[in-house]
C-alpha cells in the first residue's frame, strides 16, 4: 500500500495531586524517600470493613485543574469500581470515575512552530492510585505508601497529529499544573504519567482503527520516541496491507528504543464497572464553582501574551520567563523594584519612554546570568539568595554606570552566594565605577604618553589598538573606570 498515512494520537494522563492527605484516609500524601509500607492504614490497605472518606483536597484541586483546561463541571458526579486483580491494588478494585466524571468537554490551546493548536479534552476525573511493585530478580515487593493517592486522570480526543505535538501539550500541561499548585509533576518521580494511543489512517480517511496504547511513559522524551517508533512500526503493516484488527497494549523499552507486546487491551465492560457504594454522588453547586473561579490565578498563556503587551518583551524573551510562576513573579518584582531604584538615584526621565529599554536589560540579566547560576549550582530558582529588590538595585547601579557589567556579573555572582545588598558590596571592595572625567582624563593622558609607538601606529590605521588602550585604563583602575567614556576620551585626543 502507497497510500499516504496520517498518525491518530490520543493521552490518557494521571497527574498526582497535591493534597497533604491520600484519597480516602488521613495518611500522608508525600511518602517521597519515606521508608517502604510505613505510610499506610487500614483503609489505604484495603482491609475488610473499612470505608472511604472524601477528602475534600482533592475535588478542589481536581476543579481548578478543569477550569484551566476549560473543561465544563459536572454538578453531578459518581464513583465507581474498576474491578481487575494485580498485586498492587489492594482492593481488588480502584475507586475511579466512568459513566458520570467529573468534568467533560475541555481543550487546550498549544503553540507548534508558532503555530496555534486546539487539542480537545474529552474528560478529566478523580480516582485513587494503586501501589507500587519493584522487582528484584525472581520476585517482587509491593510498597503500598503510594496506595490511596489522589490522582486527576486527564483523556485527549483523538486530536493530536505529531510526536512533537504530544510532548508539547505534557509540557504544557506541566506548567500549568505547577502554576496552580495543584501537582509537583515531576514525571521522574512519578507525579505525572502518560498512556499514549497511537493508531494510523490513510488521509482523507474519517474511520478510526484498532489503536494501540502505550503504558507507564515517563519523561517527555520518552513519549515522543514511543510514539515515532510506533508510527513506524504500524507504517510497515499498514504498506503490507495489514491493517490491525486488534487493539493492544505495549510498553516502553527505554534501552532498546521499542514498544513491547504485553497484552490485548481490556475493553470497558471488562472492568465490570458498578456504582461505589460506600461513596455518595458528588454534588458541587454554583456558588463552590464560583467560589473556586474567583481564586483561580493567571495561567501561562494569559501571562505569555500580557508580558508582551505590558513589558514589550520579544517571544523568545516572554516564554522563558514564563516558564514558572516564581520565574514570572520574581520578573515582575524585579521591574517594580528597579523602577523605585532608578528614581531615588535621581534619574528623572520619564519610565514609559526608558520602560523598554529597562525591561530589556533584567529580562536579560536574569534569563542568562541568574539562569547560568542557578544551573551551575544546581539548587532550585525559588532558593535563589537574590531578592527581587537586590536585583533591580543591582541592574539600577549598571544602568546609571554606578558600575560596568563585568563588575555587575561579579557583584551578583556575591548576591548568589550570601544574598549581601549589592551597594553594600560596590563600597566594600571600591568597584563602583569611575564617572569623573577630569580623573579619567588624567588616566588617559598618561596611557598616551607612555605608549608613543602604539599612539603612532593607531593614527596611521591600526584601530584595533583602541582597544588595547582602553584595557590599560581598565587594567589601572581595576575595572573601575567608565569603559565608554575612556574610549571617548582616546578618540578625542588621537583624532
Known amino acids: 500500500m502507497n497510500t499516504k498515512l496520517e498518525p491518530i494520537i490520543g493521552l490518557e494522563i494521571h497527574v498526582q495531586l497535591k493534597t497533604k492527605s491520600k484519597m480516602f484516609c488521613g495518611c500522608s500524601n508525600i511518602a517521597d524517600d519515606r521508608k517502604p509500607n510505613s505510610v499506610v492504614c487500614p483503609v489505604c490497605l484495603g482491609h475488610p470493613g473499612t470505608l472511604p472518606v472524601l477528602n475534600e483536597g482533592v475535588l478542589e484541586l ?12 459536572n454538578q453531578k458526579s459518581i464513583f465507581e469500581r474498576k474491578n481487575y486483580f494485580y498485586p498492587d491494588l489492594p482492593q481488588g478494585y480502584q475507586i475511579t470515575q466512568f459513566d458520570e466524571p467529573l468534568s467533560r468537554d475541555g481543550f487546550l490551546i498549544i ?8 487539542v480537545e479534552i474529552e474528560k478529566m476525573h478523580i480516582e485513587n492510585d ?29 486530536d493530536i497529529k505529531s510526536p512533537k505535538q504530544a510532548k508539547i501539550f505534557l509540557q504544557n500541561l506541566r506548567q500549568i499544573c505547577k502554576y496552580l499548585g495543584v501537582s509537583d509533576a515531576d514525571m521522574e518521580k512519578g507525579n505525572l504519567r502518560c498512556d499514549v494511543n497511537v493508531s494510523l489512517r490513510p488521509v482523507g480517511d474519517n474511520n478510526l482503527y484498532p489503536k494501540t496504547e502505550i503504558k507507564n511513559l515517563n519523561s517527555f522524551r520518552s513519549v515522543e520516541s514511543a510514539i515515532k517508533y510506533e508510527i513506524e512500526r504500524q507504517s510497515a503493516f499498514w504498506n503490507e496491507d495489514k491493517i490491525p484488527t486488534e487493539q493492544t497494549t505495549r510498553g516502553w523499552d527505554e534501552n532498546k528504543q521499542i514498544t513491547v507486546l504485553q497484552r490485548s487491551k481490556e475493553d470497558a465492560n471488562d472492568y465490570r464497572y458498578f456504582k461505589e457504594p460506600d461513596l455518595e454522588p458528588l454534588i458541587i453547586s454554583d456558588e463552590e464553582i464560583e467560589k473556586i473561579k474567583l481564586e483561580m490565578i493567571e495561567l501561562p498563556m494569559e501571562k505569555f501574551e500580557r508580558f508582551i503587551n505590558q513589558y514589550e518583551l520579544d517571544v523568545q524573551s516572554a516564554e522563558v520567563l514564563i516558564v514558572s510562576k516564581s520565574v514570572a513573579d520574581y520578573f515582575e518584582h524585579t521591574v517594580s523594584e528597579f523602577r523605585e531604584w532608578i528614581l531615588e538615584l535621581g534619574d528623572k526621565r520619564d519610565w514609559k519612554i526608558i520602560k523598554k529599554e529597562c525591561v530589556k536589560i533584567i529580562a536579560g540579566w536574569i534569563s542568562s546570568e541568574i539562569f547560568k547560576l542557578i544551573n551551575k549550582s544546581g539548587i532550585d530558582f525559588e532558593d535563589i539568595k537574590i531578592t527581587p529588590e537586590n536585583m533591580g538595585q543591582l541592574l539600577a547601579m549598571l544602568y546609571e554606570n554606578k558600575i560596568n557589567s563585568s563588575t555587575g556579573q561579579l557583584i551578583l555572582k556575591s548576591m548568589f552566594e550570601t544574598g549581601i545588598d549589592p551597594m553594600q558590596f560596590a563600597k566594600e571592595n571600591d568597584l563602583l565605577q569611575e564617572n569623573d572625567e577630569n580623573v579619567l582624563e588624567v588616566l588617559v593622558d598618561k596611557i598616551i604618553n607612555d605608549n608613543p609607538d602604539q599612539v603612532i601606529q593607531y593614527r596611521d590605521g591600526k584601530e584595533n589598538l583602541m582597544k588595547y588602550f582602553v584595557g590599560v585604563v581598565m587594567k589601572e583602575t581595576r575595572g573601575r573606570a567608565n569603559p565608554v567614556m575612556v574610549e571617548k576620551l582616546f578618540k578625542d585626543k588621537l583624532s
Do not use: C, Q
Open 111 to 118: 503553540k507548534d512552530n508558532d503555530k496555534l493548536v486546539r
Open 130 to 158: 494503586s501501589a507500587k511493585n519493584m522487582h528484584r530478580g525472581n520476585y517482587s515487593l509491593i510498597d503500598f505508601n503510594r496506595a490511596g493517592t489522589p490522582l486527576a486522570e486527564i483523556v485527549t480526543r483523538p
Open 62 to 73: 481536581g476543579i481548578k485543574l478543569a477550569l484551566a483546561l476549560n473543561l465544563k463541571i
